[in-house]
């Protein structure tokens, strides 16, 4: 073999070696630093509330009992409020998530609490470490009443009125 030959084998294998490297150095940031997290609770950019309405026009109350807020009591993200509305929030640590939690004891998409019935339940999505609501773990819908704690990882969540 000419020596030109072998010197681009050599340059070709370096090269190569070195986008190996890079690729793993990669992995490892992704793995270290995560997904990335919007900011939810205080000190974040408000947003102008939208108002919905019903069909014909007039401004929809909450049933009197009915919880209106879930609020996030223990844990990293203590004190973030959500208003409920018709739709359900999906809890856990993926970015798609209502309540995006920061914590290692959660899943990605852990729970989901959703209007049924004038009430609000609760069901784990099949999540590794379990949901406790009054102290008992849960494997199917349950009704949650208000004041109620919810514990998802080390983050305990309630609904209030």
Known sequence: MSELVLTLLRV????LL??????ALAVLRRDIFG???TPRGPGRPARAPRNR???NGAAAAPARGTPTR????EGPLSGTTIPLGPSSIVVGR???CSLV?????????????FPKDGTWWIEDLGSTNGTVVGGERISQPVPVPPGTPVRIGQTRIELRR
């Open 70 to 73: 879930l609020v996030v009591t």
């Open 101 to 113: 939690l920061d914590d290692d004891y959660s899943s990605s998409r852990h729970a989901r609490f």
């Open 94 to 96: 993926a970015p798609s």
């Open 35 to 37: 997904t990335r997290v």
């Open 53 to 55: 309405r019903p069909a």
């Open 12 to 15: 070709g294998y370096l090269v």
């Open 18 to 23: 070195w986008g190996f490297v890079l690729a």
